[in-house]
């Protein structure tokens, strides 16, 4: 067995890079790569100056005039920090995170901190643990925030529950930044005794705990941020950030694929307000990765609607390079890590190389080759392996009166609609259902559902929040039963489906949630399956499957289902 290394053989270890990088930085010996002639933000200057790049062991040594092994001319073009994504779930991406990386790199994105709330709910502590180890040795950074929530609501039945005790040896990976955001408000504002110990547990590793309290304000906000939630990324308007950033909080502007803050927070990007804000996308979907961009697509949204361009991209990098206490990143200057993005001008905003440490890892419109780590055999069957359920019948689906819950356009909020004998294609009332997966109880919850639109079949998926139960919708009961049944036998997916076959499907077999597919055939095979669900009579306004993935979030009102049946949010109770 391998002994910890110690602080001298550290010390030993780090000694003579760090002896080179000074006499690198004092011009008496050649950098490994000078980036020549740029132009560079200065994000402590708040402007852009101009000089040599000198690059050592992956370190900015210095900047001036200088020589360097490798010599790479930068003129004509801009220099930046690389890009942060401050808070998402790897998993909305629906494919590998070495794929969800490359995929990134492309526009700049050199870090992401993310939140393995979605595979956690699924496989718990082992779900956490094989993101971490999935994302090593790629071309950026992952960094962690533990999940607070898991199960989000005591009403879901997840694969796995988390006390602070199941976490708490995670705190001393390198890796690990902190506790995600803390949903349970509720919890933390009446002094529940478990989440406050979840909260105190980070505070004892000396670690960030980021928030999520959409419309939170008064009192309960003061309780909220006094007990140590640093962080908000819920804000939909401008009254609701300005109050949690007043009282102390960083905000986390979220524009990604369900959720679009940043036109309603752009008067937080002054000189007033700015530098207690960063970037964010929460969740981003195939599509958006590949034709949206990441969080270069927000910099150039913002600069077009006229926030100053230093702006944007100190928000876009070196603030949450701060808040998580990430001190040699987020700026170009001596003794930072060399993340660095070369970008034409303000106006396109055309990300044209990307170096990681000093090291191309995009040019020309391609990444650069590389290997990621491999997972551990036994955590790669594990998530390969997480689907516990009896083939479901059509008579198990059989009921009479039932809760109707009714969409609301463009929201993930719904409507008490009252009750329904039965699903009726013509007037829009289909039937829902949630079927348990995780431990063959069983246990499958009914009610009927208005405004999706499907006219024929079932549309059903694995990706249900938070707990990731089969969620299926149908307008009859034989063809919602055959959905839910190739969900899993797929070990987890998208299905559409009629009259006992599969019209389209896309295969998600890494704990019901990704592909090991290239992003490029994830993205066809969605789309494919969008397309499907929308002929057979899905709402155009409507994305079939992140639509009814929220279905069974019972912390959003008014009415939600859950393996358990409708849940009215309103009363905490179930219909």
Known sequence: MKLPETTTERIERKLDRKLRLIRVARGEEPADVVFKNATYLNVFSNDFCHGDIAVSNGLVAGIGSY???EEIDVSGRFVSPGFIDAHIHLESSMVSPAEFAR???SHGTTTVITDPHEIANVMGVDGIRYMLEATESLPIDVHFMLPSCVPATPLDESGCALDYKAIDDLYDHPRVLGLAEMMNYVGVVNGDREVISKILASQAHHKKIDGHAPGLSGPDLNAYIAAGVYSDHECSNYRDALE????????????????????????????????????????????????GGHIDYIIREAIACGVDPVIAIKVASHHAARYFLMNNKGAIAPGYVADLVVFDDFRHFNIQQVYKRGRCVFAEGEVQPFTPAAVSPALSRRAHDTFRIAPVTAQQLSAGDLPVIGLVPG???TQNLGQAAAPDPSRDLLKIAVAERHHNTGHIGLGYLKGYGLRQGAVATSIAHDSHNIIAVGTNDEDIAFAINRISALQ??????????????LPLPVA???SDAPLEEVNDLLEQAKAAAH??????????????????LPVIPSLKITTQGVFDVDRWQYI
């Open 512 to 514: 019901g949630l990704m």
């Open 492 to 505: 987890g997916g998208i299905v559409v489906a009629e009259g006992g076959k599969v019209i389209a499907e």
């Open 67 to 69: 020589r360097g092994i």
């Open 411 to 413: 929201e993930i909020i």
């Open 244 to 291: 949690k950033l007043q009282l102390g909080q960083f905000i986390m502007i979220r524009e990604g694929t369900a959720a679009h803050n940043l036109r309603a927070l752009l008067p937080l990007l002054n000189q007033q307000y700015y530098a207690r804000c960063m970037f964010a996308t929460d969740d981003k979907h195939p599509l958006d990765l590949l034709q």
């Open 103 to 105: 995929a990134v790199v």
């Open 535 to 552: 002929r057979m009579g899905v709402s155009c306004g409507i994305d079939p499957f992140m639509t009814l993935s929220f279905m069974s």
